[in-house]
Structure formats: C-alpha cells, structure tokens
C-alpha cells in the first residue's frame, strides 16, 4: 500500500517505541523523515482525546526550544501515538533525546499552550494532567524505545 504504516503488521510491534517510519528527498535535495512515536499498544489500548490534543500543542511548542529540524508533531487517527517530522536526517539517539527533553518539559508544564478559542480550533479539549500522566507514562519506559517489536 502507498502508506508505509498500512504495511506495517501492528499485532507485532511492542509499543512504547520510537521508529523511522519514513525518508522522503524533495525535488531539490531537501530529505524529510518521519518517526513514529507510539505510546500505547495498538488494537489494545489507547490515549483520550484530550490527552492527545493536549499533548500534541504541548509538543510542538517544547520541542522547538530543542531543535529546528522539527517540522510537524501530528496525532494519529488511532490514537495510539504521532507522527514527528523532521528536516534532515538527524541520528536516531538525537531523535530519541529530542523526545526525552520534550516530554521532560511536558511534565512540568503549567499549562497547555494555545489551549483557548482564539487560539485553537477546539480550546476547550484538553487536559494537562492526562499529557504529563502520558508523558510520564512514555518517559518510564525510555529504554523500551529502540525495541519496536516484541
């Protein structure tokens, strides 16, 4: 299929985990990729609505503060984690230290950022604690990343 995660079994990964989902070259050399960063298991669990909203504005807006590669931090469907797009093909350990200082700061955040109607589509769905709980969660199993199937 033309979307790589649609060939992806997902009875055999073992989340939480952080893998190169994709590597796109543009027209002039520019190379994107795209990391899959699952927090939950698929088909057997997953995160709430405001969690996930709240979760994505607060990583976008931290993760920024620790690099410029950082392009999107989108929410997948499924609600079983996101989709973080890069510019250039960073490491995969600095990847994975990008998302460890990301979540760090979530977990002491005071508030969610842009959570309001002026500023969001939908301001009123979030909750910071369900992102710190989430973050947290993701942060505990840090040496579980690099393993994505069981």
Known sequence: MNVESFNLDHRTVKAPYIRLADRKQLPHGDVIVKYDVRFTQPNSGHL??????????????????????????????CQTGFYLILQGEPAYDEVLDLVEKT????????EVPA????????GAN????????????????RDEWSQVTA
């Not at 604690?129 to 969660?137: K, S, T």
């Open 115 to 122: 959570a309001n109607e002026v500023q969001c589509g939908w």
């Open 48 to 77: 709430d609505m405001k969690t996930i909203h709240s979760v994505e504005h607060l990583f976008a807006e931290k993760s920024r503060n620790h690099s410029a590669q950082v392009i999107d931090f989108s929410p997948m469907g």
């Open 126 to 141: 979030h909750s910071l604690e369900g992102a710190q709980e989430a973050a947290a969660q993701f942060l505990a199993q």
């Open 103 to 110: 979540l760090t700061d979530i977990t002491a955040a005071d």
